[in-house]
């Protein structure tokens, strides 16, 4: 307390037991317009303020006396986290063979200098280069792979591809047994013999002789020369197209080569034979038309005393050639329809007048129907057109659908033979062979 007596005093003053010296002068208590007796009687000991270095350093500093105090500038956490990181210091690398990454530190590699040109280039030539991590060869990655597998892993990884081989060879050995995945060519040979069937009625089928034998006959019933013409179309038809999209369905046709090329000729060969089947099909209804006609006209003749006709039912009668299509049948009915009705009223004239009501020359009368009998008898002889002659018959040529077939057939009876079904059937079945027939 001595020392405090004299404010003026230069001595230090000597801190309290457990304080450290301080630094600071009595005369800087003047500065601060404290008394040490203040201090004194508050029982405290005051730090005087220290001056910083840093303000001894502005003050002296010309910039400072410049521009005056710098600012403070905050530190902003949410506008930092929004800027794009240009030199991450962690790394992820991945693994292509397991997926599995790994992260690294990358704080030690030179980052994107600030002039913008890359590292290796340019005025920053002498930076080191940044290398790409080199991808470990096939052998090292699944050295890698099996090395973090777990033990259950590994015995998988050896199991499941032997019961899988093993799965498979046995699989192939109850399929070349039971022979549960070959072709089944039954289906095919059954189809084939329905083919064979139908191409035998084709070949028997007389109707179509039948309907030009007939075509002149009056005897001849016009439903019954239809039957024969409606059985005539079907034998101009074909196959039918049903069968044969059956026999492209068949495994056989499907998954044997050799099969599958016959089917496809035969095929060929009964499109061909099928392009004059429409040509076949109008010449049959003209033959229809024509022998309609023929029992037509015998049956006016039989029932009007030959030339008694009247207009009406000469008209009538001509109907079916005019009104055939045919240039040629419409121009015979037009003239026949003519021709006819001038006879008939010839005849009429001569039979039915009677010289109480007018004067009839007889003599006349009967050289006027003769004359015009005979002109009718003469067109009929001349003109009547002769259809069977003048629109033939074009019937479908089986010859090469015959050959086509028969090579398809033998082919597929035979391989049926050597891969035959015995659940199916269809052969027959000897005690050493299999005979298909």
């Known amino acids: 307390m001595d020392n405090m007596e004299n404010p003026n005093s230069q001595s230090e003053m000597t801190p309290p037991a457990g304080l450290q010296p301080t630094g600071f002068q009595s005369s800087d208590l003047q500065s601060t317009n404290l008394q040490p007796t203040d201090l004194q009687s508050n029982g405290l000991q005051m730090k005087a303020p220290e001056k910083t270095t840093a303000q001894d350093a502005d003050s002296d500093d010309s910039v400072f006396h410049v521009f005056g105090n710098a600012k403070t500038v905050e530190f902003d956490q949410r506008l930092a986290s929004q800027q794009i990181n240009m030199n991450p210091t962690e790394k992820m ?22 002039n913008g040109f890359p590292a290796g280039y340019g005025p920053n030539a002498g930076i080191k280069r940044i290398k790409k991590p080199v991808k470990p060869k096939l052998k090292e990655r699944i050295k890698r792979s099996f090395g973090q597998m777990t033990k ?13 081989l093993i799965l498979i060879i046995t699989l192939s050995l109850v399929a070349m047994v039971t ?3 070959a072709t089944d060519y ?13 191409l035998q009625k084709i070949r028997s089928n007389t109707n179509c002789e ?35 999209e059956e026999m492209g369905d068949t495994a056989g046709v499907l998954k044997d080569v050799e099969v599958n ?76 329809v003519e021709l006819k009705t001038e006879a008939a009223k010839a005849a009429y004239k001569f039979y039915h007048t009677s010289e109480s009501t007018e004067v009839v020359d007889y003599a006349e009368a009967k050289s006027d129907m003769e004359a ?28 090469n659908i015959s050959v086509k ?33």
């Open 93 to 114: 690398v991945v693994e292509p063979l397991t997926g599995s990454s790994v992260v690294y530190d990358a704080s030690s590699e030179q980052g994107v200098p600030e």
């Open 152 to 164: 259950k892993q590994r015995r998988l990884l050896v199991i499941i591809p032997s019961v899988s």
């Open 179 to 181: 022979g549960v995945f």
């Open 186 to 198: 039954s289906k095919t040979y059954s189809v084939a013999k329905s083919i064979k069937n139908e």
């Open 210 to 244: 039948k309907v030009i034998e007939y075509n002149d006959n009056t005897f001849t019933s016009m439903e019954i020369y239809q039957g024969y013409v409606e059985e005539c179309k079907k034998a101009g038809r074909g196959i039918s197209e049903q069968l044969i």
């Open 261 to 336: 090329r016959r089917f496809e000729a035969f095929k060929v060969a009964l499109n061909e034979s099928k392009n004059g089947n429409a040509d076949m099909e109008k010449t049959l209804n003209l033959y229809s038309i024509w022998h309609s006609w023929i029992l037509t006209e015998a049956s006016g003749d039989k029932s009007h005393n030959g030339f008694e006709w009247s207009e009406a039912d000469i008209k009538d009668a001509a109907k079916i050639l005019i009104e055939s299509g045919n240039e040629k049948l419409a121009a015979y009915g037009n003239r026949w």
């Open 372 to 399: 015009k009998k005979a002109a009718f008898s003469d067109f009929q002889k001349e003109k009547r057109p002769d259809i069977v002659t003048e629109f033939p018959l074009q019937q479908v040529n089986l010859a």
């Open 405 to 437: 077939f028969e090579e398809m057939y033998s082919f597929i009876r035979e391989t049926y033979q050597k891969n035959y079904n015995k659940r199916v059937g269809g052969c027959k079945e000897l005690i050493n062979a299999i005979i298909c027939d």
